[in-house]
């Protein structure tokens, strides 16, 4: 297997429970926001955005909350699944820019 | 989404030789990056892939190290020349500008997976 995420911050949830990944960003101006999943041997998966216009929004068992005032962006998923296993990226969008910035990333690690 | 595809999806090269890596978009998109990624580390950008001009390198990276290519709307090559073990990493391009979904929204491929000896 490949070393991605061997060196992240890890949490660990007992399967149906709910989970909660953090990531703080650093620029003010970042006015869009992007969660990325990738699990071993693939590259990113786009999970769900956010605009900075937005505080919450919500997709399938997935919903991204956006705190501006403290710079943090947050990825709950509702009844998590083994198959959620992965490392999860946040990444920030500044203005007028096509850059990505990526955060750390945290392991998510599901117990059954 | 498009489907987006690599080659080679993975390699072993030794030191000093260079690779040419692939990137294949099934449709048109405005933008194409390409981005390192090391053992248990982040995404870093190492450049912007511009259609008929010379790439857009970020801060620590060169051209002379990883030339880039975009001779259409769906195609891009990096190389890594004359690489050293410091080199093993991912190597993965992601579009953006998909035909419906959002402006910023990129999409990565499933990335090279590169050991140099």
């Known amino acids: 297997g490949e070393s991605v995420g061997l060196h992240l911050p890890t949490l660990s949830v007992q399967e149906g429970d709910n989970s909660i990944i953090n990531c703080a960003y650093s620029?003010?101006?970042?006015?869009?926001f992007i969660w990325y999943k990738q699990e071993s041997g693939k590259g990113p998966q786009f999970i769900i955005d956010i605009r900075s216009n937005m505080d919450k929004r919500q997709g399938q068992r997935v919903t991204v909350l956006l705190n501006k005032t403290v710079k943090h962006l947050s990825l709950q998923i509702a009844a998590t699944q083994p198959g959620d296993s992965a490392v999860y990226f946040c990444?920030?969008?500044?203005?007028?820019?096509?850059?990505?910035?990526f955060g750390s990333g945290t392991r998510l690690l599901v117990r059954p | 989404s498009a489907v987006i595809s690599q080659k080679p999806s993975r390699d072993i090269c030794q030191r000093g030789t260079s690779l040419t890596i692939q990137c294949q978009v099934d449709s048109q998109v405005t933008m194409m990056f390409w981005y390192r990624q090391q053992p248990g580390q982040s995404l870093t950008l190492i450049a912007t892939?511009?259609?008929?001009?010379?790439?857009?390198?970020e801060s620590g990276f060169v051209i002379d190290k990883f030339p880039i290519s975009r001779p259409n709307l769906t195609f891009s090559t990096l190389t890594v020349s004359n690489m050293s073990p410091e080199d093993s990493s991912i190597y993965l391009c992601?579009?953006?500008?998909?035909?419906?979904?959002?402006?910023?929204?990129?999409?990565f491929g499933p990335g090279t997976r590169l050991l140099v000896l």
């Open positions: 892939a511009n259609q008929g001009s010379e790439a857009t390198y």
């Open positions: 990444a920030e969008s500044r203005d007028s820019s096509y850059k990505l910035i």
């Open positions: 992601s579009v953006e500008g998909l035909a419906g979904g959002p402006r910023e929204t990129q999409y």
């Open positions: 620029n003010s101006a970042s006015d869009y």
